[in-house]
């Protein structure tokens, strides 16, 4: 298969090329024909569904910032299963900075997969410590990241250097009708 490629780099990297397009195209294509997206208002203790996830909402917690000029975070811890069994934790949140405190930074957590991400963001909350919660299931999102790959694959094929050929020298030929003098 390599001596396919360091025969005509051209058209076998341009092979990869195309097929990296493909993979990426697929992948956006599903991500958006086939993504679900849900939103939960939720106390702690509840839940709601999403693409075959059960998102249950444990609670807030609030974090002091740490460094460039943030003051707090507020966090929501959001137990995933899918199936009835356990996922993970995410904790998606909202970033407050000093000089902006009424201008948040929303933090999506998200879970990556072969098949499909799970994105899940904290769009607000009230003082008793309910929740909104969204979430979005894309599917095919790795493949997007591979189909690249396999792009940028192709791209180093098309215009990686030619190995040096070995020319092979020709016996000349006398010209006809020349006479050879010794």
Known sequence: ????????????????????????????????????????????????????????????????????????????AVTVRRGGEAVGTLEPGRRFFRNF?????????VDTGWREDLYVFLQGWDADGVAEINAFVNPLMAWLWIGSGIYVLGGIVVFAPQPARERVAEPAVPPSGATRSA
């Open 101 to 109: 405190p009424e201008q948040p930074m929303a933090m999506v957590d």
């Open 1 to 76: 298969m390599l001596a396919l490629f360091e025969r005509d780099r051209r058209r076998y990297g341009g092979y990869l090329v195309h097929l990296g397009l493909a993979v990426m195209a697929v992948a956006v294509v599903s991500a958006t024909v086939y993504q679900s997206q849900a939103r939960g208002i939720l106390a702690p203790g509840e839940s709601f569904e999403v693409g075959g996830y059960t998102l249950a909402f444990e609670g807030l917690r609030e974090r002091a910032g740490t460094a460039n000029g943030i003051e707090t975070e507020v966090l929501a």
